[in-house]
C-alpha cells in the first residue's frame, strides 16, 4: 500500500477525528455522572475505601463509554482497511474474519482502558485540602481524562492559585515551576499580578483542563488511528498467509518522509532493506518492533512486496 497516498492519509485523518470526538464524549459524560454528592459524604467521613469505591465506578463507567463508543467506527475502518490491503494486493473479493474481529476487539479495549490514570496519591492530597468536601469532590471529578503527570501539574496549578486567594501573591518556587508548562507559568504569572475572585479561579483552572484534556485525548485519538491502521492491515495479511495466497512477500517500514521524522524511525528501513517476514520483528534503533507505532506521535506504515521487487 503505497504510504503516500493521499485517500488513504484522509482516511486515517477521518477515524482520527471519530476516535477523538468518542473519547472526549465518553470523558465528559463520566465526569458529569460521578456521584459527588456520594464521593464528598466519603470524604468528608474519611472513609478511604467508599473514596475508592466511587473512582472504581468511574473508571469502569469511562471504560464502558469508551469501548462502546469506538465500537462501530472500529469496525467501519477496519473492514475499509482490510479490503484496501486486499485490493493493492489484487484480491478483489477478501471479507475479514473472526480473527480480524479478535484484533480488532483487543486493540479497542486497551485503548479504552488506557484513558483511566486517576492517580491515587492526587487524590489522596486532595482530599487533605482543608476546604469543604464537596468542593473536594468536584477537584477530583476535573482529573478524570488527564494522565499521571497532568494531574499532579493540574494540582499544583490550582494549589498555587489557592494560597494567592487566600494569602495574597504568591511566588513560583523553582519545585513548582519544573511541575508546570510552559503556558501555566505564564497564565500564573499574569494571574499573580492582580487580586484573583472565585470566579476568576475557577475560570483558570477550567481552562487549563480542558486545554490539558484535549491535548492528551488528540495524542490518543492520532495514535490509535494509526495503530489501528496498521494492525487491521497487518492481521489482513496474516489471514491471506494463512490462505497461503501471498507467498514470497515481505514488509517494508515506511517512514512519513518528511523533516518532522524523528532520526531513530528514519533509520529503520536502512537497518531492513530487505524486508522482513510476516511475522519478524524490525531492527530499529529502540530495539526489534513488530510493527508502527515506534513512539508515540509514530506515523510510520509499512508496505508488503514481492522479495524481488
Known amino acids: 500500500m503505497n ?15 471519530i476516535v477523538y470526538q468518542a473519547i472526549k464524549a465518553a470523558i465528559e459524560q463520566t465526569r458529569q455522572e460521578i456521584d459527588t454528592a456520594t464521593l464528598a459524604e466519603a470524604i468528608a467521613s474519611g472513609d478511604d475505601k467508599a473514596i475508592a469505591d466511587a473512582l472504581d465506578i468511574a473508571a469502569v463507567n469511562l471504560q464502558h463509554k469508551a469501548t462502546d463508543g469506538l465500537s462501530e467506527p472500529f469496525a467501519t475502518f477496519f473492514d475499509t482497511v482490510a479490503i484496501i490491503a486486499a485490493t493493492v494486493l489484487g484480491f478483489t473479493t477478501y471479507t475479514p474474519g473472526r480473527d480480524a ?22 487524590a489522596t492530597r486532595i482530599s487533605n485540602i482543608d476546604i469543604p468536601a464537596r468542593e473536594i469532590a468536584a477537584r477530583i471529578t476535573q482529573l478524570v481524562g488527564l494522565s499521571a503527570a497532568q494531574q ?24 513548582q515551576l ?42 490518543i485519538a492520532r495514535a490509535t488511528a494509526h495503530q489501528a491502521f496498521n494492525t487491521a492491515q497487518q492481521s489482513t495479511w496474516e489471514a491471506l498467509n494463512a490462505l497461503g495466497l ?7 517500514w515506511i517512514h512519513a518522509g518528511d523533516e518532522r521524522v524523528r532520526t531513530t524511525h528514519r533509520a529503520v528501513p536502512g537497518l531492513n532493506s530487505a524486508g522482513v517476514g510476516l511475522q519478524q520483528p524490525f531492527l530499529t534503533p529502540l530495539g526489534p518492533c513488530h510493527m508502527p507505532p515506534l513512539e508515540i506521535g509514530c506515523r510510520c506504515r509499512v508496505e508488503l512486496r514481492r522479495a524481488t521487487e
Do not use: C
Request: a positive charge; proline letters at 3%.
Open 101 to 122: 474481529e479478535v484484533v480488532r476487539d483487543n486493540l479497542r479495549y486497551r485503548i479504552a482502558k488506557s484513558l483511566w490514570e486517576l492517580h491515587t496519591e492526587i
Open 246 to 252: 501471498i507467498d514470497g512477500y515481505r514488509r517494508f
Open 152 to 175: 499532579k501539574s493540574l494540582d499544583t496549578f490550582v494549589r498555587i492559585l489557592d494560597r494567592a486567594a487566600t494569602k495574597g501573591k504568591a511566588r513560583l518556587s523553582p519545585a
Open 3 to 17: 504510504p503516500n497516498d493521499s485517500e488513504v492519509e484522509r482516511l486515517i485523518a477521518s477515524f482520527e477525528e
Open 178 to 219: 519544573r511541575r508546570l508548562n510552559a503556558s501555566q507559568r505564564s497564565t500564573l504569572r499574569k494571574a499573580l499580578a492582580s487580586e484573583l475572585s472565585p470566579e476568576d479561579t475557577a475560570r483558570l483552572v477550567e481552562q487549563q483542563r480542558g486545554t490539558m484534556q484535549k491535548h492528551r485525548v488528540r495524542v
